[in-house]
């Protein structure tokens, strides 16, 4: 297939390598020069903009920052641009809101659009085992999971448009909460004179086991090789899981859900965040406990 890939930092550059690497052809566009030039190194081909990087595709898919930017690619450059069959994926984790307007928009237009944002990070992408959670109709689902099985493991339909979305930012406020479930239990326990290789021991076969735990503990030197034993470098940076917490909050606002752990959890990973901390693995919050 010809496809067109908007937004190659981080994950898209991955992500685009490994669409090369299925035999697709590959028309790549990034406002990053750099990171237009090492597409082009993965086998992409560079272009000087989203209005011709979507010509003459079957299929359109971007890894870009945010909604706003999203809102603006897809309604100013790639719908009634992009080949009236393309079918169009959005692999951003942005707002519920925004994922349905634009594809609402593309529906209009007469596209099949998805919203598919994905579980993984940088790792992930580049070795193509992402987790895609999709939204949108069976048909769009149908022509989207090709494209989407060649950068992941799996591919899960979760429902209408906005569905991924909501699958993505719920997940997520779930992981946040239980990692500072998980640093507050081992703190404490520490500080009662519990060794944390026993805490471990018991709990992870407990009810207090969780992934968190067992497989990404935030304790150095305990459970599994993690974040926690590479002094909290590389991972999920704790900017984009307060970045996913704000997009679950708006989200709570807008349908009226009660989330008293989620805001509480927004709030501490806002404060971890603003005293520098940003760039660490979202597991460090443990240092503030
Ligand atoms: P990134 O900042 O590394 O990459 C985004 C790219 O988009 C950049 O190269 C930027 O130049 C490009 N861009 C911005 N505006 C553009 C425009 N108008 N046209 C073309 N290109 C444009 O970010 P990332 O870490 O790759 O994350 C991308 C998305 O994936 C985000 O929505 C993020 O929340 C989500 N995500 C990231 C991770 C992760 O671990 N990094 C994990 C899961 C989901």
Redesign the pocket.
Known sequence: MKIAF????????GMAANLVAAGHEVHA????EQ?LASAQESGCEPFTS?RDAVQNVDAVV?????GA?VQ??YTDDVIGHAPAGAVLLD????DVATARAVGEAANSAGYDMVDA??????A??NGGT?TFMVGGTESAFSRAEPVLSAMGKAVIHAGALGAGQVA?ICNNMLLGIHMIGTCEAFSMAEKLGLDPQKFYDISSVSSGQCWSMTSYCPMPGVGPQSPADNGYQGG??TA?ML??LKLAMEASQTSGAEVPMGQRAKELYEAFAEAGNGTLDFSAIIKTL
């Open positions: 908007i937004g190659l930092g981080n994950m898209g550059g566009f990034d406002l990053s990171a989203v971007s890894m870009l920052p945010n930017i603006r690619v692999c951003s984790t942005i944002p994905v579980s993984g990070g940088i992930a992408a992402l993505k999920f940076a984009l970045k996913d």
